[in-house]
């Protein structure tokens, strides 16, 4: 597919290459860079790869998991310890998804949690018909089945309760409420209230219901004439109609890492939200630092320019290392961010990017 690009656009067969991917694309990017590099008759001009929080090493991926939900005080301190004690420094494939004492704790941990954004932990959920993603909870679904059933039912409970709610009644309640708070309190709450509309009327960026929007728009009659779309289909975000192959979603991908890093002169980055619990940044340091490699730049803050606050502000955090070889590997946390980078902190993730490809990073 990438040499039938060039076929059709010659122009750019000179240009740099780059992969680039989030979530699972932990696991299809390193094996498509490997496919790249064994095609020795290849006339891509292939520099490097990124990867936002990828889904390398399921190990490291379901201990990562746990430890993101305790490090955000998601969890009560006895049940993580003993789950830690007994199942997550055991290690193993077989302890995580097939232990039955470990998989009762990870479902007592699952039950505890609530719904919340697994996937941003600090962020609100989207109160919508749909919720969370149906891109977003494919992963969910092959690597935490019972997780993805837990979600399920959150999912069908968001539903009753929206068609329940009564608008009217709610905002009635509220009046009342406000009717009867003391002058200076009411005074107080305009303040907040108006503070409160600059921020929401301000691009923050993220929104959790991005996914609702999108379907309800697809699924308009005359968006669907427009499209000259059949206008008896259903338009879904993904589809349960097709079967995915997930039998390598046990595989671990640090070999690979450790072939690129010693038998070729690659650019790569790993970079990841650090508030993401399905392919945690917890996870990711795990796996990264058993590479064993050479670090040229010691673990630091890199910073960027906020709108409204001005220069100096934390972005995340940078390390990096040499491998055998010429091959270079980047860490990059983009704090306070989600599990897709670009769309919970676009700021963020264009600074990353931009770092990267221009080779300061």
């Not at 479902?107 to 149906?134: H, Q, R």
């Not at 009342?176 to 923050?204: F, I, M, R, W, Y």
């Not at 079967?243 to 038998?263: A, C, I, N, P, S």
């Not at 508030?275 to 064993?292: A, E, F, P, R």
Request: net charge negative.
């Amino acid at each position: 597919m990438i040499q039938e690009f060039y076929k059709r656009f010659p122009s750019f067969s000179d240009s740099d290459f780059y992969l680039s991917a989030e979530s699972y694309g932990g696991h299809y990017i390193p094996t498509l860079t490997k496919q790249i590099v064994a095609g020795s008759d290849s006339d891509i001009n292939f520099k490097g790869f990124a990867v936002g929080n990828p889904y390398t090493d399921p190990v490291e991926n379901m201990r990562g998991m746990f430890g993101s939900l305790y490090g955000h005080s998601l969890l009560p301190g006895p049940l993580y310890t003993q789950w830690e004690k007994e199942c997550g420094e055991k290690g193993g494939v077989e302890t995580y998804y097939a232990d039955d004492k470990c998989i009762s704790l990870e479902e007592d941990m699952w039950d505890l949690i609530g719904d919340v954004d697994w996937y941003g932990l600090s962020f609100p959920v989207c109160n919508a018909e749909l919720g969370l993603s149906a891109q977003a909870q494919q992963l969910i679904k092959y690597s935490h089945p019972k997780l993805y059933t837990r979600l399920s039912k959150y999912a069908e409970a968001k539903k009753a309760a929206a068609a329940s709610f009564d608008e009217t009644t709610a905002i009635k309640s509220l009046e009342n409420d406000v009717s009867q708070t003391p002058a200076a309190q009411q005074e107080q709450n305009a303040k907040v209230a108006s503070l409160a509309t600059g921020v929401k009327n301000k691009a923050l960026g993220y929104d959790a219901c991005v996914a609702d929007y999108m379907t309800r728009y697809l699924n308009k009659e005359e968006v669907k004439v427009a499209l000259h779309a059949d206008t008896s289909i259903t338009w879904a975000e993904c589809t349960d109609s097709i079967t995915y192959d997930f039998d390598d979603q046990m595989d671990y991908m640090e070999v690979l890492y450790k072939e690129f890093l010693t038998e070729t002169d690659l650019k790569i980055m790993v970079f990841s939200g650090d508030d993401d619990s399905v392919c945690s940044t917890h996870g990711t340091q795990s796996w990264i630092w058993k590479l064993g490699l050479e670090v040229v730049e010691e673990w630091k803050a890199w910073y960027y320019v906020d709108p409204e606050y001005g220069a100096g502000q934390v972005g995340g955090y940078k390390v990096s290392w040499k491998g055998p070889g010429n091959a270079t590997l980047t860490f990059v946390t983009v704090h306070d961010s989600g599990h897709e980078v670009p769309m919970y902190q676009p700021m963020k993730g264009h600074h990353v990017f931009a770092n990267y490809i221009h080779g300061i990073w």
